[in-house]
């Protein structure tokens, strides 16, 4: 047992990483409070399934300029320094919309613009994020094990946040839940001044000026087979299944809320009552996020735990094909029950593709390429997943929610079977 647990959690010996772990972990739970919680928010104040696509969208729209400046900045400059200026632009987003929400003033164009805030915030802070994960455990011999606990830990959150925002909404209101993450974001702030001797590959702050360096980082990413590979199949993912979630409040409320019915009566008004609810539509919803949460953690801490020798191609395989297969799945169904079960192995799937993309990325990234081939990823997964927002949007009041998901995920799975058995280089990749 010991053995299992120091080589699942062995990054957790270097401070820097146990204190970003700890910081990131209670930061990362009010994150989802306030996407569940905004969700519910945006659904009451439009009932249309486009806003909350164009939710999304709206944070697609900075993405590309600020992704590509903040993967520069974070091969330049301290990694920290760019994480802790973006967490600070994050907590003002979220006190702001907290005070909206709470004074009654709040209306959609306000969601819309704090939402443009943070996708700004967001495509500075993720490259450097996740190209500081090297430093923070010094070096690639943990490399693996802390994308994997990273993994772990965003997921955690993602099982613990939607839980008790659907407690926190349908007990308080939307703005508790948004002032809670404000405050959460303390958490990362302080941990992020605390980190000491963090390496940095120092590039000369002048060199590239005239744009070659910030062109060099997408001319490696797209240059290279095995990073070009990854990128796409990650990317067709955000675009066509990711945007599952987007919807997940259409499926809460309109498709599952009947057969959820006795579920929601037992947490409300019957004997097990855990809450007094002022809004229980909002219990369906984090009950399905924390089944994809609670999955998710538990392939986090597989991948986290893979040995070296660990064929990380092949897991790579089959979650890029069974996250859209169990998408496919999901969408017929209309047992609550059922798809609780389903978006578990949704979760588990969605790890086993997207943290061992990112691993395999990674390592085969020279060090000072890092921060600019982090911002491609990044870009064109988050572009790609706010653009999928969108169309999952527009199509779901089209065409209804279940052929949205349904639809997309069939045509990712068909990409997905193309790349594994046309590629059989990465299928291989240790």
Not at 9 to 37: C, D, E, K
Not at 80 to 95: E, T
Not at 188 to 196: G, T, W
Not at 386 to 406: N, S, T
Request: positive net charge.
């Amino acid at each position: 047992m010991r053995w299992f647990l120091n080589r699942t959690f062995r990054a957790l010996h270097h401070r820097n990483y146990r204190l970003w772990f700890v910081g990131q972990s209670v930061s990362l739970i009010g994150t989802w409070m306030q996407s569940v919680a905004q969700q519910v928010l945006v659904y009451r104040l439009t009932g249309s399934a486009t806003a909350l696509g164009m939710v999304n969208f709206m944070a697609l729209i900075p993405l590309v300029p600020f992704s590509f400046w903040g993967g520069a900045v974070a091969d330049r400059w301290p990694k920290r320094r760019v994480v802790l200026m973006a967490q600070v632009v994050m907590m003002i987003q979220a006190f702001a919309l907290a005070g909206l929400t709470w004074s009654g003033q709040v209306r959609i164009g306000h969601v819309y613009a704090l939402a443009f805030i943070l996708g700004a915030a967001n495509a500075v802070d993720m490259p450097a994020r996740q190209a500081m994960t090297v430093e923070l455990v010094e070096g690639k011999e943990d490399l693996t094990n802390a994308i994997g606990l990273n993994s772990a830990m965003f997921n955690l959150a993602r099982a613990v946040g939607p839980a008790l925002a659907g407690g926190v909404v349908a007990t308080a209101g939307e703005a508790v839940a948004f002032f809670i993450n404000a405050l959460t974001f303390l958490a990362v702030i302080a941990s992020l001044l605390a980190m000491r001797n963090l390496s940095h590959h120092h590039v000369d702050p002048t060199d590239g000026q005239d744009g070659t360096y910030l062109w060099q980082g997408l001319r490696f990413a797209l240059g290279q087979e095995i990073p070009r590979l990854l990128i796409a199949l990650v990317a067709l993912s955000a675009l066509l299944s990711m945007p599952y979630s987007t919807l997940m409040p259409v499926f809460a409320q309109d498709i599952l809320l009947n057969d959820a019915r006795p579920v929601v009566a037992a947490l409300c008004e019957g004997p097990l009552e855990a809450f007094s609810c002022r809004a229980p539509e909002a219990l369906p919803l984090g009950l399905l996020l924390t089944a994809v949460g609670v999955g998710a953690v538990l392939a986090a801490l597989t991948v986290s735990s893979f040995p070296s020798r660990t064929r990380h191609g092949a897991w790579l395989t089959l979650g890029s094909l069974g996250f859209p297969a169990t998408l496919i799945a999901f969408s017929f169904s209309r047992s609550f029950l059922l798809s609780l079960g389903l978006m578990f192995l949704v979760g588990w799937f969605f790890v086993l593709q997207n943290a061992l993309a990112n691993t395999l990325l990674q390592l085969h990234t020279p060090d000072a390429f890092r921060g600019r081939v982090m911002a491609v990823y990044s870009m064109t997964v988050q572009g790609m997943m706010r653009i999928g927002g969108l169309q999952a949007g527009l199509m779901a009041d089209w065409l209804g929610a279940p052929l949205a998901i349904g639809g997309g995920a069939f045509v990712s799975l068909i990409f997905s079977g193309l790349v594994a058995f046309r590629r059989p280089t990465l299928r291989s990749l240790g």
